[in-house]
Structures are given as C-alpha cells and as structure tokens.
C-alpha cells in the first residue's frame, strides 16, 4: 500500500512564494516518477511537472522558470518550490507516484494566489 501526504499549501498574495512537500510510504520501488499536478474549478486536471527517481525533471510550460521541482530519494520526499505566482496558478494541487504501471494519489492540497 502506497501512501501519498502533501503539505505547504494556503494563501499567498500574486508574485508570492510557497513550497509544497509530498512525502510517499508504503511499497515504494527503487524506479518511480512522482508528479504534481493541479485542477482549478472547472478546469481539467494538468501536470504542473514531474521527475523521475534518477532526477529528470519535466515542467508544464506555464510554470517554467518559475517553479522548481526536487527530491530527496532518502525521505521518498518530493518538493515543489513555487515563485512569482499568479492569480492563475489558483487550485487545487496533487502528489501523484507512478511505480511499476501502478498510479498513486495525494489527497490535495488548496494554493490560492489573491490580493
């Protein structure tokens, strides 16, 4: 059993910073690629980025130079570091973990970028 728990969601005003944490337990193989990806209200989920447990990373065009995705394979930790967000980056953010074809999910965490 895979579990996902995401944290460092909340409220920041436009061209703030936040940093989300998802730490993965359970069954957790050597080879895996964790992602975070977001859905606002209305809007289809999407893959914000993604990285690979040997570190290639891939981001959402939208996000690029501006967030930064990173691991720390001895924690089965992923980070998202956020900056200069906008209005549009508003929703709710998932952890995901794909292991052996198997498709794991965080249960969210709320970003809200408003003045």
């Known amino acids: 059993q895979v579990q996902l728990v995401e944290s460092g969601g909340g409220l920041v005003q436009p061209g703030g910073s936040l940093r989300l944490s998802c730490a993965a337990s359970?069954?957790?193989?050597?080879?895996?690629?964790m992602g975070w990806y977001r859905q606002a209200p209305g809007k289809q989920r999407e893959l914000v980025a993604s990285?690979?447990?040997?570190?290639?990373?891939n981001y959402a065009d939208s996000v690029k130079g501006r967030f930064t995705m990173s691991r720390d394979n001895g924690k089965n930790t992923v980070y998202l570091q956020m900056n200069s967000l906008k209005p549009e980056d508003t929703a709710a953010y998932h952890c995901n973990l794909v292991v052996n074809s198997l498709s794991y999910w965080g249960q969210g965490t709320q970003v809200t970028v408003s003045s």
């Open positions: 359970g069954n957790i193989f050597s080879f895996n690629i």
């Open positions: 990285i690979t447990s040997d570190g290639r990373k």
